[in-house]
């Protein structure tokens, strides 16, 4: 597997995912639950009713200060100064040739004092670039990840399990608060990554284990690092590393609408100068058999991509994914072919998101 297990970072729920029978490997240099009962069977727990995840594993930046606005501003894609306090803000972090470093979610405690959640595998990364480019701002960057477990909450019933835990008032969507949630001071962020009503729970290391122990037990199927994977690709949510790197910008993969040039970002000199992508990222379907996977070749009219995520859908029972292809054939409804272990397999790029909740 490539890192000895001895040498894996655990999270403090690693004894219940042990307990609970999680089949545990190797992700982002952590011992994480990849499942548990099942990934389909958890997928559409989530789905259906609700299900609960440790996401322990990513990574806490905070930034304090007089200027830390000033600074977040500079570092961050999105309009920072439009971010309240108790908001939340998806951005990404770019290069100065507008490549992507990470994308990130912010939330601003207060005035001065913000709170970026990283992807686990950049966190260290990340931290170093925040704290490199706030030479010169009355700002502090501090990496205060030891301080948080995460756990995410997701799914149409996962607010009515948060009620009968909190004591204080959850936030909406997009929207962050401070209560007690089975007894255990949190920060409540209504932000998920399934596409699913939900929020995501930051606490005490410490007390990350009554938290879990009271949600499951109101109802919340434990959930892995798989479902979360086929969650996120039904609704077209990037995924650093396959949809995301620093070989590809922002615009490319269709997050300009996070990108807010005329803030003066780092990156956004480039990006303004690139012009319109040769390439672009689409989410597709396979219209007949097959499962795509990422690194599969894209052949379409316009020339060849390539396929960045692919999994088989629980919910539309057929492979989907995303790819990078030529902008020509970016349209939803174009044919296209992918080739998967020597067989090409029909599919058609489809609008965002590839699952819609049925209408009630």
């Known amino acids: 597997m490539g890192v000895a297990a001895e040498t894996l970072r655990r999270t403090p729920l690693h004894d219940r995912h042990a307990a609970a029978g999680a089949r545990l490997v190797p ?4 011992e994480m639950p990849v499942q548990y009962e099942g990934i389909r069977q958890e ?16 990574g806490e930046i905070e930034t304090t200060g007089p200027d830390s606005e000033a600074l977040l501003q500079r570092l961050l894609s999105n309009d920072v100064s439009r971010l309240k306090p108790g908001g939340a803000q998806y951005s990404v972090l ?7 470093l990470d994308d990130l979610f912010t939330y601003r ?10 992807n686990a595998s950049n966190h260290e990364r990340d931290h170093a670039w925040f704290a490199q480019h706030a030479e010169g701002f009355d700002a502090s960057v501090a990496d205060v990840a030891s301080e948080h477990a995460m756990l995410a909450l997701q799914g149409p019933e996962a607010r009515a399990i948060l009620a009968s835990h909190i004591e204080g008032d959850a936030p909406s969507r997009m929207r962050t608060s401070r209560a007690r949630v089975a007894g255990a001071d949190s920060l409540i962020c209504g932000t998920g990554y399934t596409g699913e009503d939900g929020v995501e729970l930051l606490v005490a290391p410490e007390d990350a284990p009554a938290v ?12 892995g690092l798989g479902a979360r994977d086929t969650l996120r690709l039904e609704v077209c949510f990037h995924l650093y590393g396959n949809d995301l790197s620093e070989d590809r910008t922002p615009i490319e993969a269709g997050l300009g609408w996070c990108c807010k040039l005329e803030t003066g970002f780092i990156g956004s000199e480039a990006l303004r100068a690139a012009g319109e992508p040769a390439e672009r990222l689409v989410p597709f379907a396979f219209t007949g058999p097959g499962i795509p996977r990422p690194g599969n ?12 995520s692919g999994t088989l859908s629980p919910c539309l029972e ?5 790819a990078y292809v030529p902008a020509a054939a970016a349209k939803p409804g174009t044919a296209i072919e992918v ?9 058609e790029v489809r609008e965002r998101p590839l699952y819609r909740k049925e209408a009630r």
């Not at 057929?318 to 995303?322: L, S």
């Not at 080739?339 to 599919?347: C, E, H, L, M, P």
């Open 27 to 30: 992700f982002a240099g952590w």
């Open 43 to 58: 997928h559409l727990a989530v789905r259906s009713k609700a299900g609960v995840f440790d996401v322990s594993h990513m």
């Open 94 to 100: 770019c290069r100065e040739d507008g490549g992507v």
């Open 109 to 118: 405690l207060a005035d001065d004092r913000y709170l970026t959640v990283t």
């Open 212 to 223: 879990w122990d009271a949600l499951t037990a109101s109802g919340a199927t434990p959930a």
């Open 297 to 308: 070749e894209v052949r379409t009219e316009a020339g060849a991509g390539v396929v960045t």
């Open 318 to 322: 057929v492979g989907i994914g995303m």
């Open 339 to 347: 080739d998967v272990r020597g067989k090409a397999r029909a599919a």
